[in-house]
């Protein structure tokens, strides 16, 4: 979910220092639990806030519209070599026609409106890799940018370590 976008550019002496501590802090438990944090960064508020993974979902609720069971469904039949024809007609027995329609059309809808790019799946993803990063001895801190009013590219995901270079400096 990169664009090219550093997520530490912006950020001002007193949040770098405060990244670098809780970098630190998180390389020596080397346990992995739900009060971990996940940082948000709001660009156009140059703010920068510790959440704990359990308090994802609350504050920034996944858009599961994409992942309705009859779109899941219509898209496995697909993989599985059925045509577009006889995929929909398959869900329609197996869903209804009308509860067919109507996730397809809450999908169209949130593909519509903007900063909806954060869906379950992306959720998921996040915190197994999150786990994954202390099992391998290599823990790492999701930081989540969110997108700019207006913007049409949705949230980007970056992770941070004790190595990613958090202070530059000018003097040659």
Known sequence: MKDGFDPLDGLTTRQRLGLQDLLGSLEMSGTWSWNLPVLIRQRCWLRLESISLDQ?????????????????????LRVNGMTEIEAEQACWQEFGMDSCRQALQRFWDSQDESGTTWTTRH????????????????????????????SETGHQLHWLSINTPLMRHTCR
């Open 123 to 150: 959720y998921l993803e996040l915190v197994n890799r999150y786990r994954r990063s202390f099992e391998t001895g290599r823990p790492r801190i999701p930081m989540l940018v969110l997108p700019r009013s207006g």
């Open 56 to 76: 994802l979902h609350r504050w920034l609720p996944p858009d599961p519209r994409g992942e309705a069971p009859e779109l899941v469904h219509y898209r496995r």
